[in-house]
Structure formats: C-alpha cells, structure tokens
C-alpha cells in the first residue's frame, strides 16, 4: 500500500466478524453488522502538542484496535476497503 497517513490519523483494516452465532445459524450479509475491530495498516507521524513537539502516537502497524461504530471515513486504497481514522477514536489496543 502506498499510502501514509498525516499527523495523528491512522488507516484501519476491519476484521471480519464471525458468520455463524454461538447457536450455529448463519447470520446473512445483510444482517451482519460491521465489527468494531480492526488491524492497523498505517500511522502518521504523530500530532504537535502546543510548544510544536511532535508527540508520537500509541498505537503502531500491526496493533489490534477496538474503535467506535461510527468512527473514521470508510475508504478504497489498492482495491482494498479501509477506514482512516484519528487516534483519539481507538478505544483500545486487543491483547497487550
């Protein structure tokens, strides 16, 4: 991917939710709602605090996030379906 995000965004891919319920039916697309987890594929550089230094963020590629349901723009890059969204809408890094 040739792309990087500025200042204190991030470029999300979403992990796919499971298709079937503890029960064993399968939930159609239709039905399904977009998880709320994610892998980092990019960061920026980091956001500018008010002396103009650079403060790096807490998250790098690879971290497992949990972010808000309606968090970040929803974008297509190298024909792949992503979210680029700020720091501040991660609520978590998963299993650290």
């Known amino acids: 991917m040739k792309f990087r995000p500025l200042h204190d965004r991030v470029v999300v891919r979403r992990l796919e939710s499971d298709e079937k319920t503890k029960g064993g039916i399968i939930i159609p697309d239709a039905a399904k709602e ?4 994610g892998e980092i594929v990019a960061v920026g550089s980091g956001a500018r605090d008010e002396s103009g230094k650079l403060v790096p963020l807490d998250v790098k590629k690879g971290d497992k996030v949990l972010f808000g349901k ?6 297509k890059i190298d024909g792949h379906d ?12 998963i299993g650290k």
Request: overall charge negative.
């Open 34 to 37: 977009k998880p709320q987890e």
């Open 70 to 75: 309606w968090s970040g723009t929803e974008v």
């Open 82 to 93: 992503l979210i680029i969204m700020k720091e501040s809408d991660i609520m978590g890094i």
